[in-house]
């Protein structure tokens, strides 16, 4: 996609657990906007979300589409879990709210699922963890996503889930060491049951991996979701 002043300005959201940060973009490398982030409102209910979210709206302004990376299962657009927000969000359609406040067309998926689209190469089985207030998950064959898959709540070990060993509780609760040990464990399972070519580990908590890890899994950066909120465009 060429980078000009006929390319649209994306404004790409991800809506975290301690954080929704947004900036826009032309174009995925071409930032347009700095990067802004307001504290995730507690208790995060769908209203007061919804508030933070248009405040980045009005903010970031002038663009022409918007994209929201959100931390539960999202349907055309409309939310069915949110396990680590507040409230009832089951069947909020955040797409629609979203776009009434923006005056633009938007699109809303999974967090993990649009952070995938700005790490990916597009090539065989792809899979991205996404380490922070809970884990996010998300998996591509050839550059096509198999979306809300949501592996995080899946077990894990001792009668837990993936998300209660790696999640930001599990992390203060064990401490860096017994945790970057649950990590571990927690890659070599992930390959034999996804059998991928690579695996993109991002979210807040990557900054505290301390391992060798193997060839084919690389820590990419946050920053990496706005690029996945413009590509997301081009690849629905």
Do not use: C
């Amino acid at each position: 996609m060429r980078n000009n002043s006929s390319t649209p300005v994306t404004l790409s959201i991800d809506v975290g657990g301690s954080g929704i940060k947004g900036r826009a973009f032309r174009g995925p490398d071409s930032p347009v906007t700095e990067r802004l982030r307001i504290k995730t409102p507690r208790p995060a209910k769908p209203a007061a979300v919804l508030e933070v979210i248009g405040k980045l709206l009005e903010r970031q302004r002038p663009y022409d589409r918007v994209s929201i990376g959100f931390p539960g299962v999202v349907i055309d657009g409309i939310v069915k879990t949110a396990p680590n927000l507040d409230g009832n969000w089951s069947n909020i359609n955040l797409a629609k709210q979203a776009s009434k406040l923006a005056g633009k067309p938007v699109r809303v998926i999974n967090d993990a699922d649009m952070q995938g689209f700005g790490a990916i190469q597009g090539n065989g089985v792809e899979m991205v963890l996404t380490l922070g207030t809970g884990m996010g998950s998300a998996l591509y064959v050839d550059g096509r996503p198999i979306p809300n898959l949501e592996f995080g709540h899946h077990p894990f070990e001792k009668g837990m889930t993936y998300e209660e060993r790696l999640g930001q509780a599990a992390l203060t609760k064990a401490g860096k060491a017994t945790w970057n040990r649950r990590v571990a464990r927690a890659i070599k399972l992930l390959q034999r049951i996804f059998n991928f070519r690579k695996l993109y580990i991002g979210g807040g908590n990557a900054r505290v991996i301390k391992l060798d890890l193997p060839d084919n899994v690389v820590i990419v950066k946050n920053a990496i979701a706005f690029e996945g909120g413009v590509k997301l465009w081009d690849a629905t």
